[in-house]
């Protein structure tokens, strides 16, 4: 059995995001998420970006460069912040395309959706309700009885 060993600095399960231009990805992140760091950046021959890491709170998100045969391909990726109205309005001003404003979610959250450069989707969160799974499948029931 495999047991699950990060090196240091990672967590278990890290997103990588393979995209045409890293750097705008790099760009989006800290526009939206001043916080954010990059741990690494690894540069091609010619200059540009290979791939590069950021820290976002407590995960490592790592950015690739598509190439031929492999990508880019398309994520979604969920992030909790403490203030999601800013987050969605910063990713806003950097160019991102709104999906969802910020409302109250069923499952305890208040979030917002946004389409961000390179074609991946960002929902950012901030949970206002620790709900029990029990709760959560309950208001789902709810939800999709009063669809009928």
Do not use: C
Not at 87 to 114: H, L, N, T, W
């Amino acid at each position: 059995m495999s047991k699950f060993t990060p090196p240091p600095g990672y967590s278990t399960l890290s997103p990588y995001l393979i995209v045409e231009d890293p750097d705008a990805v790099r760009d989006f992140v800290r526009a939206v998420f001043p916080e954010a760091q990059v741990k690494a950046h690894y540069v091609k021959p010619d200059g540009r970006t290979n791939s590069l890491e950021m820290l976002l709170g407590e995960g490592v998100l790592m950015i690739g460069r598509s190439s031929e045969g492999f990508g880019p391909f398309q994520m979604m990726l969920h992030i909790y912040v403490d203030d999601v109205e800013d987050s969605y309005a910063r990713a806003q001003g950097a160019g991102a395309q709104p999906i969802m404003p910020p409302s109250e979610q069923f499952y305890g959250d208040f979030a917002a959706g946004v389409l961000g450069p390179q074609n991946n989707f960002w929902w950012i969160a901030h949970n206002r309700e620790t709900l029990t799974e029990a709760e959560i499948n309950r208001r789902i029931a709810e939800r999709e009885m009063g669809k009928e």
